[in-house]
């Protein structure tokens, strides 16, 4: 491949939306016959909105959503936003800012919030601090993934204190981004943290078969790293948020120009407008710019 056909190739890329870190990323978009696709704010929006609340007996909503909206305002993950902005609609106050606040990827936040220790996250954030959920909270928790919506357990003070719903909607250009992919003859995977349930959901709506769920954002890199032992080479599209070392540990690492700075660190290749069909360009343009050069 000479330089200059190379470099004809990526600003051809600008023009299409797409930034190209160097070069030769161009032979390895070429080469790619896998591609994994994070789920939150790659196959879908990532622009979550708060749904349904559900209460344990003798949990007011409104100091559910005081608790939980204050602890999560301070985190930057869509399902935080959801909650926090969601919980400053319905509450009409200022919300409390917490006094301490971890983040546990993958799973949740854990903080003080109005002296109390609050939880919000996955069904095993709270089971892994010995807090176990009311049936009727794990009723709300699997029938809104069935739906394909996201539920956070709430607890405090050891307590499991309530269900909060979160919707994220499927970007429109997915399915038909999905069916350009396969066309290409790269095998689509969705990789996910989040409940099994919504992620089958999510992957029916976008016609994905092969799906990894629950996925703590540790092993998504192992989820990579056991396909390229299976002599694939692999893409990853991502956002940034929990999957930042998949990216990089990826062949080709296609951040989305909507997610974060650390994707767009992390990845080869930058969908400016995080438009997964714009992959299928860059798979493309890869293949035409270094096929005239042959
Ligand atoms: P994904 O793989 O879909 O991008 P993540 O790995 O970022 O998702 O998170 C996995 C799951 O952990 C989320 O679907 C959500 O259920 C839960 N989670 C993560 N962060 C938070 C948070 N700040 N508040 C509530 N739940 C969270
Ligand atoms: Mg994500």
Redesign the pocket.
């Known amino acids: 491949a000479t330089p200059t056909a190379l470099m004809v190739g990526t600003g051809r890329g600008a023009q299409l939306g797409i930034l190209i870190k160097g070069p030769e990323v161009l032979e390895t978009t070429r080469r790619v016959d896998t591609i994994v696709l994070?789920?939150?704010?790659?196959v879908?929006t990532?622009r979550m909105t708060l749904g349904a609340v559900h209460t344990a007996a003798g949990t007011e909503e409104a100091e559910l959503l005081r608790l939980a909206g204050g602890l999560?305002h301070a985190?930057g993950?869509?399902?935080?936003r959801a909650?926090a902005s969601g919980a400053a609609e319905r509450t009409e106050g200022a919300l409390p800012a917490p006094a301490e606040f971890t983040?546990?990827?993958?799973?949740?936040?854990r903080g003080a919030v109005d002296g109390r220790q609050v939880l919000?996250?996955?069904a095993r954030?709270l089971e892994d601090a010995g807090i176990s959920l009311p049936q009727t909270l794990s009723d709300a928790m699997a029938d809104a993934a069935a739906q394909g919506r996201?539920?956070?357990a709430v607890a405090w003070d050891g307590e499991a204190r309530g269900v909060l719903e979160?919707a994220d909607t499927v970007k429109e250009s997915s399915a038909q981004a999905v069916a350009q992919l396969r066309a290409l003859g790269l095998r689509p995977i969705l990789?996910?943290?989040?409940?099994r349930a919504?992620?089958d959901a999510v992957a029916r709506a976008v016609g994905i078969e092969e799906v990894h769920a629950?996925?703590?954002?540790e092993d998504?890199v192992e989820v990579i790293r056991r396909l390229q032992a299976e002599g694939r080479s692999v893409a990853m599209a991502?956002?940034g948020?929990?999957?930042a070392a998949a990216l990089a540990v990826a062949d080709l690492g296609l951040s989305m120009g909507t997610g974060t700075d650390a994707a767009i660190e992390a990845g080869d290749l930058t969908l400016v407008r995080g438009d997964l069909k714009v992959a299928t360009d860059a798979i493309r343009l890869s293949r035409r710019t270094l096929s005239t050069i042959r």
């Open positions: 994070d789920k939150t704010g790659t879908t990532g999560e985190s993950h869509p399902v935080a909650v983040d546990v990827p993958g799973l949740g936040v919000a996250g996955r954030l996201t539920a956070v979160v990789l996910t943290g989040d409940n919504v992620a629950e996925v703590m954002p998504k991502g956002d948020v929990n999957d």
